[in-house]
């Protein structure tokens, strides 16, 4: 069975996508509320709830197979202002400086000769231009520098689940684990490697390029799950709207989105569209607005660090239109997690939860498809269970 440590873990996610055939060793979080979420799902025994700053290799257990970390994205995002990484020793000023004492720990692994065999970083989109592709060129240094073959991929959760949800992947291996000749490309695929990510490589050192791969995943089938199958008529952790705070929320739609809610009343049909608040400038003056989609696809789900991070959904069944907040089980639900899943009690822990994790079958689809076989490449993993 691979091992893997977990860093970042919030609720467990990456956890819940790489499976039972996966042995969790380590698990580290900082926030009291997540390691809750964690330990209700996962167990305690092997979590650490500590500063990253703080944590030791003394703290680390044997070596794993791979280890992954979803680092915080909120400096590498438009609603952070695109601050940036920054350098560890500056780490109060950006949270997304806790990559930098992250990665100090995978090279005192490296020194300790227990460098993890992979090594997986996922964030926002933006990490690829923040800070003008500095950011995403000093991650790829850092992999690079510490010998480690290294490429990246983003997927979206859409190809999956009916959630709108680009992420950024790295995916580097160390030098001595052969990596099999079909898992790596000629060149990018229009699937995986799309043109702000051909730019940031266009930005990368000689040295980077030269231990770059073209990751090589397989196409995905057509997504088949249909939003309005995830909504509870009986929403738990949030009521239905009153007609008139539906009204209100309409009366904040512009003619366009408003003319989508007419016409999803002629479907006949049950329709579900996702909506989201956002302050707008028309004609010189700033208007809140709210935007909807039906294309059968929620809007990517963020924390909730303010009303507008919170999305809601507008039911249309004929002539009869109801609203209200998306419930975090439904959030939950958008992420591939079951119904099993344990949730915090209050909205907000709960949908803070599921905006901060990443979506289950993505991270599946990277197990099967590069993670397993590269492991059953080097005979640390049975050919069968790499094949499932």
């Given at each position: 069975m691979p091992n893997f440590y977990e860093?970042?873990?919030?609720?467990?996610?990456?956890?819940?996508?790489?499976?039972?055939?996966?042995?969790?060793?380590?698990?580290?979080?900082?926030?009291?509320?997540?390691?809750?979420?964690?330990?209700?799902?996962?167990?305690?025994?092997?979590?650490?709830?500590?500063?990253?700053?703080?944590?030791?290799?003394?703290?680390?257990?044997?070596?794993?197979?791979?280890?992954?970390?979803?680092?915080?994205?909120?400096?590498?995002?438009?609603?952070?202002?695109?601050?940036?990484?920054?350098?560890?020793?500056?780490?109060?000023?950006?949270?997304?400086?806790?990559?930098?004492?992250?990665?100090r720990l995978m090279r005192r692994l490296?020194?300790?000769?227990?460098?993890?065999?992979?090594?997986?970083?996922?964030?926002?989109?933006?990490?690829?231009?923040?800070?003008?592709?500095?950011?995403?060129?000093?991650?790829?240094?850092?992999?690079?520098?510490?010998?480690?073959r290294f490429g990246a991929m983003i997927v979206d959760?859409?190809?999956?689940?009916?959630?709108?949800?680009?992420?950024?992947?790295?995916?580097?291996?160390?030098?001595?684990?052969?990596?099999?000749?079909?898992?790596?490309?000629?060149?990018?695929?229009?699937?995986?490697?799309?043109?702000?990510?051909?730019?940031?490589?266009?930005?990368?050192?000689?040295?980077?390029?030269?231990?770059?791969?073209?990751?090589?995943l397989p196409e995905t089938p057509e997504m088949t799950i249909n939003f309005a199958d995830l909504i509870q008529d009986e929403p738990e952790g949030c009521d239905w709207h009153t007609k008139a705070e539906t009204a209100t929320l309409?009366?904040?739609?512009?003619?366009?989105?408003?003319?989508?809610?007419?016409?999803?009343?002629?479907?006949?049909?049950?329709?579900?569209?996702?909506?989201?608040k956002r302050t707008r400038v028309e004609s010189g003056v700033k208007a809140q607005r709210a935007e909807v989609r039906f294309d059968n696809l929620a809007g990517c789900l963020r924390t909730p660090s303010g009303g507008s991070s919170r999305q809601s959904i507008i039911v249309v069944d004929g002539q009869r239109v109801r609203s209200r907040l998306l419930s975090p089980r439904e959030a939950v639900r958008l992420m591939g997690l079951p119904d099993t899943y344990k949730l915090p009690p209050g909205y907000h822990d709960a949908y803070h939860i599921a905006g901060d994790g990443v979506a289950l079958p993505v991270v599946r689809h990277l197990a099967a498809n590069l993670f397993e076989p590269i492991l059953a490449a080097n005979g640390l993993l049975p050919a069968a269970i790499a094949a499932e």
């Open positions: 860093f970042f873990a919030g609720g467990g996610m990456a956890h819940a996508g790489l499976g039972e055939e996966w042995n969790c060793t380590f698990a580290n979080d900082f926030d009291e509320m997540k390691a809750a979420a964690y330990r209700a799902n996962w167990g305690g025994d092997h979590l650490l709830v500590k500063d990253v700053n703080l944590v030791s290799t003394s703290d680390l257990p044997g070596q794993v197979d791979l280890t992954w970390a979803s680092f915080p994205c909120q400096d590498l995002s438009l609603a952070g202002n695109y601050e940036g990484i920054g350098h560890w020793a500056d780490r109060e000023q950006t949270r997304s400086g806790t990559f930098w004492p992250f990665w490296g020194d300790e000769g227990r460098a993890p065999r992979m090594i997986v970083l996922e964030n926002v989109y933006g990490a690829l231009t923040s800070n003008g592709g500095k950011d995403f060129a000093a991650i790829a240094a850092c992999f690079s520098g510490s010998d480690y959760a859409k190809r999956f689940l009916p959630h709108s949800r680009p992420r950024l992947f790295v995916l580097g291996v160390r030098a001595d684990v052969a990596i099999p000749s079909a898992l790596r490309a000629d060149g990018p695929s229009d699937s995986w490697h799309p043109q702000a990510l051909l730019s940031a490589y266009d930005l990368l050192s000689s040295d980077a390029k030269r231990k770059w791969v073209w990751w090589n309409l009366g904040m739609m512009n003619a366009r989105h408003l003319a989508k809610v007419e016409e999803a009343k002629k479907a006949g049909r049950r329709i579900v569209g996702g909506v989201y």
